[in-house]
């Protein structure tokens, strides 16, 4: 099974740098995704993680520790339409589906 | 450029009623997924399918709840003997193969809200 851990909130002020940390146990590990998930809305793709390292994508950036079972998201600039709900995913070896932690909701503040 | 999409978007039934939803994914997408989301979590998943075959199910996924993909495109998610648990926002998924992209992603629906009263 996996057990995947992100805090509840955060808030931030706009313009400001914000990051929000995910840590998992799981049995087998085949990449980390992280999704924006706006109230009512779709959760949306925001990157993508398999090896250890950086991966930056424009004001986002995420970084995984497959060692240490951590990931964490970087948001930079942060602007108002940024607020929203931040999910952390894993997948497993030899499988398709997504185990989703249960979201960090970020409010951005002017 | 369609995305994932999905009908009803809100539905309002009573308990005992049967509801059924509809997914249809990106054209070139072979996988789908189906999840349930309640208010303050993370999407749990439900099932999934490559092309037509049903390859894994949850077991949150009681016997009242069916899914079919009958010709590998849009797939149906039928809940029978509603109940008030069941309330929820169902989400449908989609995936392109392996090697038609490193991460092979998910793309998701705009759900389907379920209230049962």
């Known amino acids: 099974g996996q057990n995947i851990d992100q805090p509840t909130e955060m808030t931030a002020t706009e313009g400001a740098i914000v990051q929000i940390n995910c840590t998992y146990q799981t049995s087998g590990f085949n990449g980390l995704f992280w999704y924006q998930q706006h109230a009512g809305e779709a959760p949306t793709f925001l990157s993508y993680n398999v090896l250890d390292g950086l991966e930056e994508k424009g004001r986002f950036s995420s970084f995984l520790s497959r060692s240490k079972g951590y990931s964490y998201l970087l948001l930079k600039e942060l602007q108002m339409k940024d607020s929203a709900s931040y999910l952390c995913a894993v997948r497993d070896v030899g499988d398709y589906k997504l185990s989703f932690g249960a979201g960090t909701t970020v409010t951005v503040r002017a | 450029d369609t995305g994932v999409s999905q009908d009803p978007r809100h539905k309002i039934t009573k308990r005992g009623q049967n509801v059924t939803f509809r997914c249809d994914p990106i054209s070139e997408h072979n996988r789908l997924y189906w999840y349930r989301q309640t208010l303050g979590q993370g999407p749990e998943f439900l099932t999934y399918f490559q092309n037509e075959a049903q390859l894994e199910k949850s077991r949150l996924l009681s016997d009242r709840f069916s899914a079919e993909r009958p010709k590998g495109s849009f797939s149906t998610l039928e809940i029978q003997r509603t109940e008030q648990g069941d309330s929820a926002m169902y989400l449908c998924?989609?995936?392109?193969?392996?090697?038609?992209?490193?991460?092979?992603?998910?793309?998701f629906g705009p759900g389907t809200r379920l209230t049962v009263t």
């Open positions: 998924a989609s995936s392109s193969p392996p090697g038609q992209g490193f991460s092979y992603e998910q793309y």
